[in-house]
């Protein structure tokens, strides 16, 4: 890259060179060049019902935010909390993932000039020629679907990967925190017989196999299971920050042995370790509220503001420790099965990137350690959009 500032500058001091050097590639910046793809941005209950993105909102991503941060593209989130193993339970979580799907596909209809559903990775990239927001859809959890898993309608509905678990083991697998008072130690040592179902389903339709979340018998197995290569949507290392939810060496290694790529995520806690009594305010936190599954959107926005107050009491982790788990990520997996996700308005934000209008702090600074722009395009988005097209190949 410094060669392309070299130019520019003395562009600039010459300023008698034919006009066709300055073009608008070269006055555009590296962060407004590259294609950002960002694996996972969450949605409220109330969104486009209560909240209109189209505004400037207190959550970390709307549309005048997308718009500042020259945030291209990115998975939208069905997320489902965790619930019971009954009819009952999947019902209810059901209901929680329709609402919103909804929500996602009603901010693709009224705002059709800023955003356009992808299915595709050339999706992505026409909609980002057209200088729209590509949105995507990840499904962050698989418990919704039950134990007859239509994977086939979600595809059809636009669903582009599916996280297999979220906190606490489900009927598909084990996940990388047991729930404390539903596991009694790990229930299918990884994959369930429903597990594997689901990989083969999600083959079949072309949607990416997602591991974040899931523990780590349950990810290699899925590595091994899938015929596509799969995702971590949103992970962090544990070589930076040893918790249950980040990745170690030989789950980095499986990844890039697989072919597939692990989108380091900007949450605090996954990104630089708490301190001690962080970690005890955030236990009782958890004990008070209990069970996530029944928490309405008030008792949701209750926990945040706690959560929030408790994250408070040390230095939040920032966009320089953030990179150095794209760095480790790098140096283990190599540059072409590294990528990022944000986690926004589902936990994530880190100093120098609290929401999407920030996103060229990151860009920046790899461009401080010295990656290249074909290096950094391929974090981006180059990577995920690779895995994605072989997904597609998968389903044919
Ligand atoms: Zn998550």
Same mark, same amino acid.
């Given at each position: 890259?410094?060669?392309?500032?070299?130019?520019?500058?003395?562009?600039?001091?010459?300023?008698?060179?034919?006009?066709?050097?300055?073009?608008?590639?070269?006055?555009?910046?590296?962060?407004?060049?590259?294609?950002?793809?960002?694996?996972?941005?969450?949605?409220?209950?109330?969104?486009?019902?209560?909240?209109?993105?189209?505004?400037?909102?207190?959550?970390?991503?709307?549309?005048?935010?997308?718009?500042?941060?020259?945030?291209?593209?990115?998975?939208?989130?069905?997320?489902?909390?965790?619930?019971?193993?009954?009819?009952?339970?999947?019902?209810?979580?059901?209901?929680?993932?329709?609402?919103?799907?909804?929500?996602?596909?009603?901010?693709?209809?009224?705002?059709?000039?800023?955003?356009?559903?992808?299915?595709?990775?050339?999706?992505?990239?026409?909609?980002?020629?057209?200088?729209?927001?590509?949105?995507?859809?990840?499904?962050?959890?698989?418990?919704?679907?039950?134990?007859?898993?239509?994977?086939?309608?979600?595809?059809?509905?636009?669903?582009?990967?599916?996280?297999?678990?979220?906190?606490?083991?489900?009927?598909?697998?084990?996940?990388?925190?047991?729930?404390?008072?539903?596991?009694?130690?790990?229930?299918?040592?990884?994959?369930?017989?429903?597990?594997?179902?689901?990989?083969?389903?999600?083959?079949?339709?072309?949607?990416?196999?997602?591991?974040?979340?899931?523990?780590?018998?349950?990810?290699?197995?899925?590595?091994?299971?899938?015929?596509?290569?799969?995702?971590?949507?949103?992970?962090?290392?544990?070589?930076?920050?040893?918790?249950?939810?980040?990745?170690?060496?030989?789950?980095?290694?499986?990844?890039?042995?697989?072919?597939?790529?692990?989108?380091?995520?900007?949450?605090?806690? +996954?990104?630089?370790?708490?301190? %001690?009594?962080? &970690?005890? /305010?955030?236990? @009782?936190?958890? =004990? !008070? *509220?209990? #069970?996530?599954?029944?928490?309405?959107?008030?008792?949701?926005?209750? +926990?945040?503001?706690?959560?929030? %107050?408790?994250? &408070?009491? /040390?230095?939040? @982790?920032?966009? =320089? !420790? *953030?990179? #150095?788990?794209?760095?480790?990520?790098?140096?283990?997996?190599?540059?072409?099965?590294?990528?990022?996700?944000?986690?926004?308005?589902?936990?994530?934000?880190?100093?120098?990137?609290?929401?999407?209008?920030?996103?060229?702090?990151?860009?920046?600074?790899?461009?401080?350690?010295?990656?290249?722009?074909?290096?950094?395009?391929?974090?981006?988005?180059?990577?995920?959009?690779?895995?994605?097209?072989?997904?597609?190949?998968?389903?044919?």
């Amino acid at each position: 890259m410094r060669n392309v500032f070299l130019l520019s500058a003395a562009v600039i001091l010459a300023g008698c060179l034919p006009d066709k050097a300055a073009t608008p590639q070269t006055e555009r910046s590296l962060h407004e060049r590259v294609l950002t793809l960002d694996t996972h941005i969450d949605i409220p209950l109330t969104y486009m019902t209560e909240i209109d993105p189209q505004f400037d909102t207190a959550l970390q991503v709307d549309l005048p935010k997308l718009a500042a941060g020259h945030l291209d593209a990115g998975f939208w989130i069905i997320y489902t909390p965790q619930g019971e193993l009954t009819e009952a339970g999947y019902a209810a979580g059901r209901e929680i993932a329709e609402t919103r799907y909804r929500a996602i596909t009603d901010l693709v209809n009224s705002y059709p000039e800023k955003v356009e559903m992808a299915l595709t990775a050339a999706d992505v990239r026409n909609a980002v020629d057209n200088g729209r927001h590509a949105v995507l859809i990840g499904m962050e959890n698989a418990y919704p679907m039950g134990e007859n898993p239509d994977v086939a309608l979600w595809a059809r509905r636009g669903v582009r990967y599916i996280g297999i678990t979220h906190f606490g083991h489900n009927q598909f697998g084990d996940s990388s925190n047991a729930n404390p008072k539903r596991d009694d130690g790990p229930r299918h040592d990884g994959l369930s017989d429903l597990g594997k179902r689901l990989i083969r389903a999600m083959n079949d339709n072309g949607v990416m196999v997602d591991v974040s979340h899931t523990g780590k018998e349950t990810m290699m197995q899925a590595a091994d299971y899938s015929r596509a290569p799969i995702i971590a949507s949103h992970s962090g290392v544990k070589a930076m920050a040893d918790t249950a939810r980040n990745l170690d060496d030989e789950q980095l290694l499986k990844i890039k042995d697989v072919g597939g790529v692990a989108q380091m995520v900007a949450l605090g806690a +996954y990104v630089k370790l708490p301190t %001690a009594e962080q &970690a005890a /305010a955030r236990k @009782a936190l958890d =004990a !008070e *509220f209990g #069970d996530r599954a029944g928490w309405d959107q008030a008792k949701r926005d209750r +926990y945040g503001e706690r959560r929030a %107050a408790i994250t &408070a009491m /040390a230095p939040e @982790a920032t966009v =320089a !420790e *953030f990179v #150095d788990h794209i760095d480790h990520a790098v140096k283990v997996a190599g540059i072409d099965h590294v990528g990022i996700a944000s986690d926004f308005d589902g936990g994530g934000g880190i100093d120098g990137w609290q929401d999407a209008s920030e996103t060229a702090n990151v860009t920046a600074e790899l461009e401080r350690r010295g990656y290249s722009e074909e290096e950094i395009e391929k974090i981006w988005s180059g990577n995920l959009l690779r895995v994605m097209e072989a997904a597609e190949r998968a389903g044919r």
